[in-house]
């Protein structure tokens, strides 16, 4: 499913017609961001009970400094390497317009890390701060925007 079917998809499966709408109005935004990613689908580690496994970081400087991070990973075996023994967790495929969506209302996690593939680096982290904040300008920019259907 590519990215504007991604879109489609979070609007059709809306519970309500406001959040269809708000949908449409972060879809240019949710395309930006995951278009810059490597993959459209990421498996999330997650519980039998469908709960996402988050991950507590904490700072070299400051081990005080804790951000609490969701891992998504290009594919199901990299998702399975160290979950191979645990029958509690399972991997699961997400589109990334999915994710970046979901991440807007998960409050207790500050980024996910959408990791690359073996050997080619750490992984891209889109912080849920940056995106919140990224998101209220775009909304302001439209509120600025005079309409141009005016008669």
């Known amino acids: 499913m590519d990215i504007e079917q991604q879109i489609q998809t979070l609007i059709d499966d809306a519970p309500d017609e406001t959040t269809g709408q708000a949908i449409s109005l972060v879809a240019p935004l949710l395309k930006e961001i995951a278009g810059q990613l490597p993959k459209e689908h990421y498996y999330i580690v997650q519980s039998l009970g469908q709960g996402w496994v988050m991950t507590t970081l904490r700072g070299r400087q400051d081990p005080k ?16 390497v160290g979950q191979e023994n645990n029958p509690q967790m399972m991997a699961l495929p997400h589109p990334s317009t999915h994710l970046l969506f979901q991440l807007l209302s998960l409050k207790q996690v500050d980024s ?40």
Do not use: C, H, N
């Open 65 to 80: 400094a804790t951000k609490t991070v969701v891992y998504a990973y290009p594919s199901l075996a990299t998702a399975a």
């Open 112 to 151: 996910i890390i959408f990791m690359q593939e073996k050997g080619k680096g750490q992984g891209v982290e889109v912080p849920r701060t940056m995106l919140e904040q990224v998101l209220r300008q775009q909304l302001k920019q439209l509120q600025e925007k005079p309409p141009t259907d005016i008669a």
